[in-house]
């Protein structure tokens, strides 16, 4: 057959397919190439079906050719994904095929749609960009930081236990006045459980105390990644509610006396911009939920992991999590600056004047790949450590991560497919920009450098965090059951001044 594209025989317009749900969706054929236009590179031509990455992706489309009934050809899709359905196939023109597209989806996955942009003509993105960030001067302020080391297998009662008082030697509740609405902000952002995404007993723990403390309301939310729940004005897939379900979210919520809020439910325009204090590299104002607005106050309540795209996922990057998805998109699209932006969705005047206190439960920590796999550690000692400054909590967050990587993480974990932020950052964030918003969007990425994070000084969130806010702090450290080992509180501190 070879490799070039045919028009599909008889010539028509309109093309049947069924999705995973068996309800027929007419789809238009490509006017310039005669192929089907429902996007992310899946063709039918004279009866010969071509598959490429979407076969290879987990998440992928199925589809088999069932010949001429009638005067118009008739095709099955069984959708296993939920963006690139119906996405433009913009690489084509009248004239030319990407060949180079076509041999690395089908050899290489989602990762070869973020090689196409290294330098193939006709389907080359923007080049890759130096990441450099500054490193951050001292502020010359310090920063308490409170910890309790738990024995492995702690527990319930023991860890939520822990998270109160672990949260009550970081903060005098000062803050909080009778009556007040209080949001927890988790980490929900697939269906995998802790430490894939936040602990459920931070929680329990913070809602059982805020509400003895005077609270009037306390509010659990988040929304869930875009490879898991996807949302536009018109359209959405997958359920954050369904998702807080699976991992625990809800009921630890609900039966500690808590209401959950679930940021697609409220709806897409339900959302509004806000600017950051300090100057940007986002494109204009960021889009932020607006329960933001009527809220007193933020708890953010992270896990430690490592990131197959930004290296590490703490407190800064938790914040994502309140983007809607065209801010979500902008920063994955626009990536030379992709570190910086992280960094900034926490510089917003709302998340400034509200976040009150950063907790996590690292008990167990997920050492490598991440956001939503990986290796999970589950060292002797685990930690539960909380601070009313966002930097000091991920200046001690990296530190634990990094351990549980250098201690307590097999070697063979430690590169190749399964830590990949280690070699082809860049090249699985184009990928992904392909896999959810289409060709267009790949197609006008950026890609970045990768950036060895091997303390606080190398972390570039964290170092841009810095510079914004006026220079990393010193830590201090308080035990708050005297058990936290000396080796750890070490390794933590020196990590932070490296």
């Not at 919520?253 to 809020?261: D, I, M, P, T």
């Not at 806000?274 to 329960?291: D, M, Y």
Request: glycine share 10%.
């Amino acid at each position: 057959m070879g490799h070039h594209l045919l028009p599909c025989n008889p010539d028509c317009s309109i093309f049947t397919k069924m999705d995973s749900e068996r309800k027929r969706i007419d789809i238009r054929k490509d006017q310039n190439t005669g192929c089907l236009d429902h996007g992310c590179g899946c063709f039918v031509r004279m009866g010969f079906i071509r598959k490429t990455a979407c076969d290879l992706w987990k998440n992928f489309i199925q589809i088999r050719y069932s010949g001429y009934p009638g005067n118009h050809p008739y095709i099955f899709v069984t959708i296993h994904t939920r963006r690139h359905a119906m996405k433009p196939l913009d690489c084509f023109d009248k004239k030319n095929f990407c060949p180079g597209r076509r041999h690395f989806l089908k050899t290489a996955g989602v990762a070869g749609a973020g090689l196409m942009g290294m330098g193939i003509t006709g389907c080359a993105g923007n080049k890759i960009q130096t990441t450099h960030i500054s490193p951050p001067l001292n502020s010359g302020k310090t920063d308490r930081i409170t910890i309790q080391a738990l024995p492995k297998g702690a527990g319930d009662p023991e860890t939520i236990q822990a998270v109160q008082r672990v949260a009550e030697a970081a903060t005098d509740f000062s803050w909080l006045s009778k009556g007040d609405v209080v949001f927890l902000k988790t980490v929900a952002n697939s269906p995998n459980l802790y430490p894939a995404t936040t602990s459920p007993l931070a929680i329990r723990g913070m809602t059982l105390l805020l509400l003895g403390k005077g609270a009037g309301k306390v509010i659990v939310g988040d929304k869930s990644g875009v490879m898991t729940v996807y949302h536009e004005k018109d359209d959405q897939d997958g359920s954050s509610r369904e998702v807080m379900k699976t991992v625990g979210h809800h009921d630890a919520a609900v039966n500690s006396g808590a209401s959950v809020h679930y940021f697609e439910e409220a709806g897409y325009d339900e959302y509004s911009g806000f600017r950051t204090v300090n100057n940007s590299h986002w494109k204009g104002e960021l889009i932020l939920p607006n329960i933001l607005n009527s809220v007193d106050h933020v708890i953010l309540l992270p896990r430690v992991s490592r990131h197959m795209l930004a290296g590490t996922t703490l407190g800064l990057k938790a914040a994502v999590g309140w983007l809607r998805d065209d801010s979500r998109l902008e920063m994955h699209r626009d990536a030379k600056s992709f570190f910086e932006k992280i960094a900034e969705i926490n510089d917003t005047t709302v998340l400034r004047q509200k976040l009150r206190l950063t907790l996590s439960v690292a008990t167990k920590v997920l050492s490598t790949k991440g956001p939503d796999e990986g290796y999970v550690s589950e060292p002797e000692t685990g930690l539960v450590f909380a601070s009313e400054s966002l930097l000091a909590h991920d200046m001690a967050a990296l530190g634990w991560l990094m351990w549980n990587r250098e201690f307590e993480t097999p070697e063979s974990e430690l590169s190749g497919l399964n830590d990949p932020y280690t070699w082809i950052p860049s090249t699985v964030n184009r990928g992904f920009v392909w896999h959810i918003w289409g060709t267009r969007q790949w197609y006008n990425s950026e890609s970045y450098d990768p950036v060895t994070i091997s303390s606080v000084r190398t972390d570039p969130v964290i170092c841009h965090a810095a510079n914004l806010w006026g220079g990393l702090p010193n830590l201090e450290f308080e035990d708050v059951n005297g058990k936290l080992p000396e080796k750890i509180k070490g390794y933590i501190a020196r990590k932070a001044i490296a």
